[in-house]
């Protein structure tokens, strides 16, 4: 595994479906650790490390306590010792509103905060129509959201009704995650014509206030369609206006213009503060041929 490691997580039943797909556009430039206490969870996963919580070894899932999947967490992650100290960024995804993911986020957020990692964390938040887990997923969020330098909002519900308009499947992130954690990924974990890297992450999720990720993908015949799609990229309230900082990455193919980069940065920028700090770069690949992603995290709201 390569330096400055970027470790992908999934915590909970959604939290590794939506790891081990996401790990499925960038295998080669991320670790992947998949912590459940539902051995389902770990199938089919060749390449991951997995981490069972189910200390009691009847294999069904027995998490169903936060707490008690939080307790389990610690004294399970010992074992991963290694796999931690090399990774320098942790993305870490998991539904609220179980157990598994509701207790253990946010206690591996903040080891892995408290070893220096940074941790940017997606949380998927219930449908309106389970009060029950919307209210465990209440009670978790404040921890995680604490124990992570960016923590995202993904509602189910949003994450559904963009699923039908693409023909895909919400549960395993309907493209949209995917996509925002392979820009992100590539964007830090390969060299591209303008770096970017883990220390320019850094500065932006630094600037004080909410931060959040955004993502857009279309054709390179459309740059300000890239744009829109960023903007509307499924999460729940976010309001980029008047940022103060931004991290912002165009990818294209071999067919990506120096105007292509400017027409979509500037429109991207355009609606941040007019002092925004401002970190661009720009990759161009074989497999984005006729293709345009824009991946941006965007900080001080
Ligand atoms: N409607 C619906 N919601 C789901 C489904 N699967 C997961 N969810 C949502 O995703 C959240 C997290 O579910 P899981 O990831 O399965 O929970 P977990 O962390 O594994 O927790 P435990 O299984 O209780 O230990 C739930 O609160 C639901 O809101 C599903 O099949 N249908
Ligand atoms: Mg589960």
């Known amino acids: 595994m390569h330096e400055g490691a970027i470790l992908i997580c999934g915590v909970g039943g959604l939290g590794c479906i939506w790891a081990d797909s996401a790990h499925r556009t960038c295998p080669d430039l991320a670790d992947l650790l998949l912590i459940d206490a539902d051995e389902a969870s770990f199938r089919g996963s060749g390449q991951a490390h997995c981490l069972h919580l189910d200390a009691i070894g009847d294999g069904n899932g027995a998490a169903a306590l936060p707490s008690l999947a939080a307790h389990r967490l610690a004294e399970g992650l010992s074992s991963m010792d290694g796999l931690l100290k090399r990774a320098e960024l942790v993305i870490l995804m998991t539904g609220l509103g179980g157990g598994t993911g509701s207790g253990a986020a946010s206690e591996l957020a903040r080891i892995a905060t408290s070893r220096n990692c940074l941790v940017l964390s997606i949380a998927g938040l219930p449908f309106a129509e389970q009060p029950l887990r919307s209210a465990i997923a209440s009670a978790a969020l404040p921890a995680l959201e604490a124990n992570s330098h960016v923590c995202i909002h993904v509602s189910m519900e949003r994450l559904a009704w963009y699923a039908r308009a693409r023909n895909d499947d919400w549960q395993t992130g309907s493209g949209w995650i995917q996509d925002l954690i392979q820009g992100l990924v590539?964007?830090?974990?390969?060299?591209?014509?303008?770096?970017?890297?883990?220390?320019?992450?850094?500065?932006?999720?630094?600037?004080?206030?909410?931060?959040?990720?955004?993502?857009?993908?279309?054709?390179?015949?459309?740059?300000?369609?890239?744009?829109?799609?960023?903007?509307?990229?499924?999460?729940?309230?976010?309001?980029?206006?008047?940022?103060?900082?931004?991290?912002?990455?165009?990818?294209?193919?071999?067919?990506?213009?120096?105007?292509?980069?400017?027409?979509?940065?500037?429109?991207?920028?355009?609606?941040?503060?007019?002092?925004?700090?401002?970190?661009?770069?720009?990759?161009?690949?074989?497999?984005?041929?006729g293709r345009l992603r824009l991946v941006a995290v965007v900080s001080g709201l």
């Open 186 to 289: 590539t964007t830090l974990g390969r060299v591209g014509k303008m770096n970017l890297d883990l220390m320019d992450l850094r500065t932006v999720v630094e600037h004080p206030g909410k931060a959040t990720l955004i993502v857009g993908v279309g054709s390179i015949s459309n740059p300000m369609e890239v744009v829109e799609v960023a903007r509307q990229s499924p999460l729940a309230n976010t309001d980029v206006t008047g940022a103060r900082g931004c991290l912002i990455q165009v990818e294209g193919g071999p067919d990506m213009t120096l105007s292509h980069l400017n027409e979509v940065s500037e429109s991207f920028i355009s609606s941040l503060h007019p002092d925004c700090q401002v970190l661009l770069g720009a990759r161009a690949s074989d497999e984005m041929v």
